[in-house]
């Protein structure tokens, strides 16, 4: 004889006032493991972009015999430490010397683009002139004419001046403005309330101060910006100090290099020993200014 045991119904259920897991931790498992695979995929891609640097670093130091060896050395066994003083010390490659001349044409390129991209931007975002639209929609259509055609003008005219093996062809267009960049400030500008102005305007301030005193610290992450791509394209610019440099003495670091690659082709620890010691003041610039170039990307992104 089997005896059924049940038990009411108001007993196997829950009572009403027990308390349920909130519906944000019903998701947390999820969300999880969803972060997980996230950050492995950037992890991934980040060693995957990562890998020829340290190629490079690792090239640097490294013998010929081991560079050439078909055995994959993913580090090198002995390390061969004389290689960057081989280029430090080279005659050929006087690294001191170009990089203050890359630190001298980045810096004065890189002033010359932010002052007078902010300047313009400001201009065409805040002041209101005949033609100002036009004149805007002309300088954007710059942005598609080629530059090779504008560049035989431009070289026939510094030649004409003078100016041939000299900084100032490299230099003094870049204080007249950049299309993109003048782009870019002018729509950080319209982002900043026109109320600042207007009040600073009735406590006395010209146009000039209230650009320079209030409307430039406002928009410092797109100064950034600008800064930081205009050092960079400035700093790797092999075109242009090929063109208009005939002194070696003023070569700046991207045509030394190439110098030395001419003379040194076959020793290829001391080529990437000097690729390194080229591509090393860039990282600590980014590395210093990464903040600011990240947030005004971000911003930018945003505000379209």
């Not at 002041?127 to 954007?140: D, E, H, K, S, Y």
């Amino acid at each position: 004889m089997t005896s059924d045991l049940r038990l009411p119904a108001e007993m196997t259920r829950p009572p009403d006032d027990a308390p349920r897991p909130p519906a944000r931790e019903r998701h947390t498992g999820r969300r999880v493991i969803t972060g997980a695979g996230r950050h492995l995929v950037l992890i991934a891609t980040s060693l995957l972009f990562f890998l020829p640097f340290y190629w490079m670093v690792v090239s640097a130091l490294k013998t010929n015999t081991q560079i050439l060896s078909p055995d994959l050395q993913w580090f090198p066994d002995p390390v061969n430490w004389g290689n960057v003083p081989g280029v430090l010390n080279h005659p050929g490659f006087p690294f001191l010397q170009m990089l203050a001349n890359s630190v001298f044409y980045a810096g004065a390129v890189t002033i010359g683009t932010v002052l007078s991209s902010a300047l313009v931007g400001y201009g065409f975002a805040r002041m209101r002139f005949p033609g100002r639209n036009l004149l805007f929609a002309v300088t954007m259509a710059t942005m598609m004419i080629p530059s090779l055609i504008i560049f035989i003008p431009t070289y026939v005219l510094f030649k004409t001046l003078g100016m041939i093996g000299t900084w100032a062809p490299l230099i003094a267009p870049q204080f007249l403005g950049s299309a993109f960049f003048i782009f870019l400030m002018r729509q950080f500008f319209l982002t900043v309330p026109k109320e600042l102005a207007d009040a600073a305007r009735v406590d006395g301030a010209g146009e000039f101060r209230i650009f320079w005193q209030i409307m430039l610290p406002l928009v410092k992450p797109a100064l950034a910006v600008v800064a930081v791509f205009s050092w960079l394209g400035t700093w790797n610019d092999f075109f242009g100090p090929l063109v208009y440099l005939s002194n070696p003495d003023l070569y700046p670091l991207s045509m030394g290099l190439f110098a030395f690659q001419s003379q040194r082709s076959t020793e290829w620890g001391l080529l990437m020993a000097a690729s390194v010691l080229v591509t090393l003041p860039l990282i600590v610039l980014f590395a210093f200014t990464q903040r600011y170039f990240l947030r005004g990307i971000s911003l930018s992104g945003i505000q379209g």
